[in-house]
């Protein structure tokens, strides 16, 4: 094998079934940007059903966090309504029950709950915190906040 071939091994199993490709990193920093968002598509086909797992939106989240001028302090606590998961803070919980899908500067943030895939919404008021989610498979919120100002 050339050290060219070595850049792109396709690897069999003893029975010879192929059971992946080996890219050596020097070969994957060439090519992953172009790559990469192909096989994100390739695998969102493969898996439809986590096809709306975006990569979550962090900036936004610190930003939320960088204007928080709530009147109680900061917390990253989250819960659903639907099935009771919660966790005490997103940020640093090594379980991960909830999936940050968006955060705004007016005080919405939106997570996907990982256990029962409901959409969760925390409010920030001014002077309070409410929880809303609503199941997949409906359109019934359960736990109603009023509207956030804009
Ligand atoms: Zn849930």
Redesign the pocket.
């Given at each position: 094998m050339s050290e060219k071939d070595s850049h792109l091994v396709p690897l069999y199993s003893k029975d010879g079934s192929m059971y992946g490709v080996l890219i050596s990193p020097e070969l994957w920093d060439r090519v992953s940007r172009k790559v990469a968002p192909i096989l994100e598509q390739a695998l969102d086909v493969m898996y439809p059903a986590l096809a709306n797992q975006k990569p979550e939106p962090l900036d936004d989240w610190n930003l939320f966090k960088d204007y928080w001028d709530f009147k109680y302090p900061f917390t990253a606590e989250v819960e659903?309504?639907?099935?009771?998961?919660s966790t005490p803070d997103w940020e640093h919980d090594p379980e991960k029950?909830f999936h940050l899908k968006s955060a705004s500067v007016s005080g919405l943030c939106v997570f996907h709950?990982?256990?029962?895939?409901?959409t969760?919404r925390k409010k920030h008021f001014k002077d309070h915190i409410c929880f809303e989610?609503t199941?997949t498979q409906s359109d019934v919120t359960v736990g109603e906040c009023a509207t956030l100002p804009e």
């Open positions: 659903c309504k639907i099935c009771g998961a029950p709950c990982k256990a029962c895939r409901a969760v989610a199941p």
